[in-house]
């Protein structure tokens, strides 16, 4: 049993730093103890109905390696993390039993199974335990939003302009300060390496566009690179849908997905770049794809479960098919296409693709395929690093014509290959048989 002292616990899911964070921020002034909490739920990494894992291992190594970091930089403000390979509604209770919690800080959920899981914790604690949530993961406030989330623009467009014009990106939250040592408890629960969970391991693969590590210090330093060190902020707008390479987009996603980064750090050192070095369409655009983040993540809190219903937000009766013979040719990069081929293979091989890839391989699936883009938005969730709920089916539902594309585009994948492959190296790269 642990010390008969009252502590308070901030419990840690997609908001993976101690950097602007409200939630740590008022635990660590509450005068009270503070301990950490991350879960690896087994539920993660079980099988889908559809063969393959609801999360595969690019994202649970980049996951491994942002607990990680956020382990230190915890242990630095004398703060111990509780890593937990069992599911938060099976073991979360008991230790809020065990060191007598008063109060749980935590980010705001809204999609199902985070408030699922939720409930059943707090149906297994003590009533008395008090639950404060805070909103973490935005660029705008939903308190600032000049109109309420059930009033979001069903058109972004709309969304943007009016948010630009009104609402003023909050500060960030100041550095926490250390607690004293003597109120740390020792807690010695290591990180899991994938085979604890039910995973192979792998090498990177050396053609990777993503072959950077998680956690914040890895941000800040790929933060670092893109801003301060190449300059690439300054071109983004010019390169972004390019296909190959490290450096053709800023590649915050994955940070930003996990919360190892909050769009509030990369904002405002945007803001700082365009002050000190230059300010120009790039800098602006980089900004704009922010607030696309936002806007998705409002459409997901106003029209909640129907992102995840086969006939969207806009409930289009449309007829899919759930051939899963035929989605695995999808999958394995085997249909007529060989550029929808090509980018489906550097998913499978890297956990990465593009933007523009990510566009056109959604769009063949769901436009031309016809089949249940559900299994789709599925499938790239196991694999993708950069895994964002509220982004991956927002822009699922966009692309497959039941959420916010007012026009309903179809892909054509020939002429976007002939566009941004023009000279056929990215198709190269990832069809050839043999690697030298």
Avoid at 3 to 26: M, P, T
Avoid at 28 to 50: D, E, G
Wanted: charged letters at 25%; aromatic letters at 14%.
């Amino acid at each position: 049993m642990s010390e008969n002292i009252a502590s308070v616990l901030v419990w840690f899911r997609n908001d993976l730093r101690v950097e602007d964070h409200q939630g740590l921020q008022k635990a660590l002034v509450s005068q009270k103890r503070v301990i950490a909490y991350y879960s690896f739920s087994p539920r993660l990494f079980q099988p889908t109905a559809w063969g393959f894992k609801k999360t595969e291992k690019y994202r649970a190594q980049f996951l491994i390696e942002s607990v990680a970091n956020l382990k230190t930089a915890l242990e630095e403000l004398n703060i111990s993390l509780i890593i937990d390979l069992n599911a938060a509604e099976d073991s979360l209770a008991k230790y809020l039993k065990e060191y007598q919690v008063q109060t749980v800080y935590m980010q705001e959920e809204w999609t199902d199974e985070e408030k699922k899981e939720e409930i059943s914790v707090a149906s297994k604690a003590s009533p008395s335990i008090q639950w404060i949530r805070h909103y973490e993961q935005f660029l705008f406030h939903p308190d600032d939003l000049p109109f309420p989330c059930q009033q979001t623009p069903e058109v972004f467009g709309n969304f943007r302009r009016k948010c630009e014009k009104e609402v003023a990106v909050r500060p960030l939250i100041p550095p926490c300060q250390p607690l004293a040592k003597n109120n740390k408890i020792e807690i010695e629960n290591p990180l899991p390496q994938l085979s604890n969970l039910g995973l192979e391991s792998f090498e990177t693969d050396a053609r990777s566009a993503f072959p950077f590590r998680g956690g914040t210090q890895n941000a800040i330093q790929r933060l670092e690179h893109y801003f301060w060190k190449s300059k690439k902020l300054s071109y983004y707008k010019n390169t972004r849908n390019g296909l190959l390479g490290t450096d053709f987009s800023s590649k915050f996603s994955p940070w930003l997905a996990n919360g190892s980064l909050s769009p509030k750090m990369i904002y405002w050192e945007i803001k700082r770049y365009e002050s000190e070095i230059q300010k120009n369409q790039s800098t602006y655009w980089l900004i704009f794809e922010l607030i696309w983040r936002d806007y998705f993540k409002y459409i997901s809190l106003k029209h909640q479960n129907k992102i995840f219903q086969l006939g969207g937000i806009l409930e289009k009766d449309y007829h899919w098919d759930a051939d899963l013979e035929r989605f695995k040719k999808w999958v394995e990069g085997s249909t007529s296409e060989p550029f929808v081929n090509a980018n489906m293979i550097e998913l499978k091989q890297t956990g990465w693709m593009s933007n523009r890839g990510r566009q056109n391989v959604a769009s063949y699936l769901a436009k031309d395929m016809k089949i249940d883009w559900r299994i789709g938005a599925a499938y790239f969730e196991s694999l993708l690093v950069d895994y964002d709920v509220h982004s991956n089916y927002g822009n699922w539902m966009y692309v497959s014509g039941v959420g916010n594309d007012p026009r309903d585009r179809k892909f054509d994948i020939q002429w976007q290959a002939e566009r941004y492959d023009a000279k056929g190296k990215y198709q190269n790269l990832w069809l050839q048989k043999t690697l030298f």
